[in-house]
């Protein structure tokens, strides 16, 4: 898998394909055995952390996205290799995983072709590889289509792989196997969420900052301007606590507890009723306070508020939203 696709696919994307189900027996026996205390999806993966910290995957294996050492895709959990106890969270890009450990370390597995594993290689890997340069000292990690990045302790972003946008922020647009510091944040970062093609953080200042492509406004800097390195999100006179990437698009919970976001709309992904794609963050429509969390997929949105409900907005065509329906929706819907 390589090469920029005329659709991306992310890391909130869910498990799809043409599979045959296994018996529902097998199934439900196979998950009822896994306590999991997070899942993350890739194009055609997905994978649970458990709550003994060990990893399990399913679905696609094509280029070894499930870590356990074969190229066979699988309908039941399989256990990655090398990874029973230690991981603390996952990401998942389009065909490639990724785990922090509970040591700092980063370990990646899967399509490699662009060097989205950052151990200094572009061989694909089905079993776990340490990223260079990352075996401590990494808070989180997030993964894009086709790139990856961590957030180290110190409060810099370091990121890896394709870079044909700008996504890796390092001010160049070549690829890099190996992690590269994203240019002006080294220090001061708190968060950092990967999309598309695109890259964004929050600054200790409650600041917005972007960097990738930039063809619909994902950057938030009120242009359509790709940028090789971070650019502040504009309008944003609340701050933001946290952020999130989508496929094309990118949100926020603000300060005051609301939740904006900026891009590509046509299918609704910004939730502020017109449809109409923004360069700079605009209102998701109803909540303008009490948001709690925020997750952008491919291009639908999901925030939960304060009180436990769920809210979704965007292209609704699979059933994305939730809501019992096949359709887009323009602005949120419980």
């Not at 075996?135 to 993964?143: F, M, N």
């Not at 790139?147 to 946008?165: I, K, Q, R, S």
């Not at 507890?257 to 017109?274: I, K, M, S, V, Y």
């Given at each position: 898998m390589s090469g920029r696709l005329g659709s991306c696919v992310l890391a909130s994307v869910l498990l799809l394909g043409g599979t045959i189900a296994a018996p529902a027996q097998a199934r439900t026996a196979k998950r009822d055995a896994i306590l999991a205390s997070?899942?993350?999806?890739?194009?055609?993966?997905?994978?649970?952390?458990?709550?003994?910290?060990?990893?399990?995957?399913?679905?696609?294996?094509?280029?070894?996205?499930?870590?356990?050492?074969?190229?066979t895709s699988s309908e039941v959990p399989v256990n990655v290799t090398g990874l029973a106890s230690g991981v603390v969270a996952l990401a998942a890009g389009a065909w490639h995983t990724c785990a922090l450990l509970n040591s700092g370390g980063v370990e990646c597995w899967g399509d490699n072709e662009l060097g989205e594993l950052g151990d200094g290689t572009t061989t694909n890997r089905t079993t776990p590889v340490s990223g260079l340069g990352l075996a401590s000292g990494v808070a989180a990690v997030t993964a894009g289509q086709l790139h990856t990045c961590a957030l180290t302790t110190a409060g810099g972003v370091e990121c890896w792989g394709y870079n044909g946008d700008g996504e890796l922020g390092n001010g160049t647009?070549?690829?890099?196997?190996?992690?590269?510091?994203?240019?002006?944040?080294?220090?001061?970062?708190?968060?950092?969420?990967?999309?598309?093609?695109?890259?964004?953080?929050?600054?200790?200042?409650?600041?917005?900052?972007?960097?990738?492509?930039?063809?619909?406004?994902?950057?938030?800097?009120?242009?359509?301007?790709?940028?090789?390195?971070?650019?502040?999100?504009?309008?944003?006179?609340?701050?933001?606590?946290?952020?999130?990437?989508?496929?094309?698009?990118?949100?926020?919970?603000?300060?005051?507890?609301?939740?904006?976001c900026w891009g590509f709309n046509r299918d609704g992904e910004l939730g502020d009723g017109t449809g109409v794609e923004s360069d700079q963050p605009v209102d998701v429509a109803g909540l303008t306070s009490g948001?709690?969390?925020?997750?952008?997929?491919?291009?639908?949105?999901?925030?939960?508020?304060?009180?436990?409900?769920?809210?979704?907005?965007?292209?609704?065509?699979?059933?994305?939203?939730?809501?019992?329906?096949?359709?887009?929706?323009?602005?949120?819907?419980?």
């Amino acid at each position: 898998m390589s090469g920029r696709l005329g659709s991306c696919v992310l890391a909130s994307v869910l498990l799809l394909g043409g599979t045959i189900a296994a018996p529902a027996q097998a199934r439900t026996a196979k998950r009822d055995a896994i306590l999991a205390s997070s899942v993350v999806g890739g194009a055609l993966h997905s994978c649970a952390l458990t709550t003994t910290g060990g990893v399990e995957c399913w679905g696609y294996n094509g280029d070894g996205e499930l870590g356990n050492g074969t190229l066979t895709s699988s309908e039941v959990p399989v256990n990655v290799t090398g990874l029973a106890s230690g991981v603390v969270a996952l990401a998942a890009g389009a065909w490639h995983t990724c785990a922090l450990l509970n040591s700092g370390g980063v370990e990646c597995w899967g399509d490699n072709e662009l060097g989205e594993l950052g151990d200094g290689t572009t061989t694909n890997r089905t079993t776990p590889v340490s990223g260079l340069g990352l075996a401590s000292g990494v808070a989180a990690v997030t993964a894009g289509q086709l790139h990856t990045c961590a957030l180290t302790t110190a409060g810099g972003v370091e990121c890896w792989g394709y870079n044909g946008d700008g996504e890796l922020g390092n001010g160049t647009t070549a690829d890099s196997a190996k992690p590269v510091s994203v240019a002006s944040l080294t220090t001061g970062v708190t968060q950092v969420s990967a999309g598309g093609y695109h890259t964004c953080a929050i600054t200790s200042d409650d600041e917005a900052q972007c960097w990738g492509a930039n063809d619909f406004g994902e950057l938030g800097d009120g242009t359509t301007t790709t940028s090789a390195v971070p650019v502040a999100v504009t309008g944003l006179d609340n701050g933001a606590q946290s952020i999130a990437a989508g496929g094309l698009h990118t949100c926020v919970i603000t300060n005051a507890g609301g939740a904006q976001c900026w891009g590509f709309n046509r299918d609704g992904e910004l939730g502020d009723g017109t449809g109409v794609e923004s360069d700079q963050p605009v209102d998701v429509a109803g909540l303008t306070s009490g948001v709690a969390r925020i997750a952008a997929g491919l291009a639908h949105t999901c925030a939960v508020t304060n009180a436990g409900a769920a809210e979704c907005w965007g292209d609704g065509e699979d059933g994305d939203l939730g809501d019992g329906a096949n359709a887009m929706d323009l602005a949120p819907i419980g």
